[in-house]
């Protein structure tokens, strides 16, 4: 049974900071990792991809990827109250068909 | 920009009757997905379908549930028989080429709300 863990918070921190959302996976073939976030509501909405071990940036947004811990993070700079949402992570193995998501932590950024 | 496109919006169903969710996949993906999410929980996969067929489906998705693409473009949801715990929010989603370094991606369409009564 492949599984995905995330800590479910919520995740408050002030606006300007660093928000830093963590998520596990248990299937050592996975390869590719994704973060969506996800507003309450509405569909998930792809932030970033990695399928690298090591840091992968775009914007205000990091994806860090380490294999051998099984560990995938997303660091969000200096956080705005509009980066308030839910943000899942999803993990697909290699040519696999299935996406597993984790049950997605809710980050609230404090004006 | 290519999006996925799901009908109807929100629908309302009495338990028992049958439903039927539709999809419009972006143009040139392959793959095609449903997942479904209860309110306040995770996302759950549901069915993935590639080349006119069920590629993998979960334990969720048993003999009530059916996926067709009937046209080529479109990609139906059956619901057979609802259960009042198949109210839930219904996401289609599509994927292109199986390119591990650029295209291994999921979109998902808006979702379509169902409440079963």
């Known amino acids: 049974q492949k599984e995905v863990e995330q800590n479910s918070g919520p995740l408050s921190v002030p606006e300007g900071a660093i928000a830093s959302l963590n998520c596990t996976y248990s299937d050592r073939v996975s390869q590719s990792f994704f973060w969506y976030r996800q507003y309450s509501g509405k569909s998930p909405e792809l932030i970033m991809s990695i399928y690298s071990n090591g840091d992968k940036e775009d914007g205000r947004f990091t994806a860090q990827l380490n294999k051998a811990s099984q560990y995938v993070s997303l660091l969000i700079r200096d956080s705005q109250p509009s980066d308030s949402a839910t943000y899942l992570c999803a993990v697909n193995e290699n040519y696999g068909q299935n996406f597993v998501f984790g049950p997605g932590t809710r980050l609230s950024v404090l004006p | ?117």
């Open chain 2, 1 to 117: 920009e290519p999006e996925v496109t799901q009908t109807p919006s929100h629908q309302v169903t009495q338990m028992g009757q049958e439903v039927i969710l539709r999809c419009v996949p972006i143009s040139n993906h392959l793959y095609f997905y449903w997942y479904r999410q209860i309110l306040g929980q995770k996302v759950e996969f549901l069915v993935s379908f590639y080349n006119n067929e069920i590629s993998e489906k979960s334990e969720i998705f048993d003999d009530q549930f059916s996926v067709e693409r009937p046209d080529g473009s479109n990609f139906t949801l059956k619901i057979r028989s609802t259960k009042l715990e198949d109210s839930a929010m219904y996401f289609c989603a599509s994927r292109g080429q199986n390119h591990p370094s650029s295209g291994n991606t999921i979109y998902f369409g808006e979702g379509s709300w169902l409440t079963v009564v």
